[in-house]
């Protein structure tokens, strides 16, 4: 999952990045607001954890542009700001959660959890499609009851899959979404995780939509 953070303080904006790569997602760092809105509105992310202050181009103002484009992202702001008003404010202009600072670091993890599994229509921490189950918490992928054994990127390949369980996903877009950008991007290598998992779960846990890409299949 390809997680835009903003932040413009570096230290802060560097633990955020770490804890997001620890829990198995791809998060890209932004440190001013101007930069923050190109690559918000110009990109496509899973979700977007928005600090306010920030400089060239304030929060608030990013966050209204990122909805008057009608994108839909999951967005969390982050703020020194705890005042009634302002989360009010905040969460007005469009955003979908509102955190505080100084916060744990554990708390913003839950929080971009829930974002994403609302975002693909789950409300529970274990998401299930057929035999095939993903617990958001664990980072676990059962098949037919069985825990299955993956490498770091073939998890994200079928934490992806589970998180649009009805689209047809194409191999530029999987790169997108489990490679960080400053990886030696190869899309042939998708079909080798594809074989993979198809080998360590079901064969036709993943179909092949021609032309398009691969979709899933875990019935």
């Known amino acids: 999952m390809k997680i835009l953070v903003v932040e413009d303080e570096p ?15 791809v998060p890209e760092l932004s440190t001013d607001g101007v930069d923050a809105l190109y690559r918000a509105t110009s990109e ?20 209204k542009s990122i909805r008057d484009e009608n994108i ?15 989360r009010v404010e905040g ?16 708390e913003l993890i839950a929080r971009i959890r829930v974002q994403l599994r ?26 037919q009851g069985q825990a299955i054994d993956l490498t770091a990127l ?7 899959f589970m998180h649009n369980p009805e689209k047809v996903i194409s191999r530029s877009e999987l790169v997108e ?11 042939n290598t998708i079909e080798v995780f594809i074989g993979r998992i198809r080998k360590k779960i079901s ?11 691969y979709q899933l299949n875990a019935n």
């Open 203 to 213: 064969p036709k846990v993943i179909k092949t939509v021609r032309g398009l890409g």
């Open 11 to 25: 230290r802060l904006g560097e633990q955020i990045i770490e804890s997001l790569e620890k829990n198995g997602w």
């Open 72 to 86: 839909n992202t999951p967005i969390i702001i982050l703020s020194a700001r705890d005042g009634l008003t302002q």
């Open 177 to 187: 979404h489990i490679y960080k950008q400053d990886f030696d991007r190869d899309s």
């Open 91 to 106: 969460l007005n202009a469009g955003a979908d959660d509102y955190q505080t600072k100084p916060f744990e670091m554990v």
């Open 44 to 63: 496509q992310w899973d979700a977007i954890v928005l600090d306010l202050g920030l400089p060239k181009l304030d929060g608030l103002t990013v966050l």
């Open 154 to 160: 073939e998890y994200k390949v079928v934490a992806y």
């Open 118 to 143: 609302r975002a693909s229509g789950n409300a529970s921490p274990i998401m299930q499609m057929g035999c095939l189950s993903l617990d958001t918490r664990t980072s676990k992928v059962m098949w």
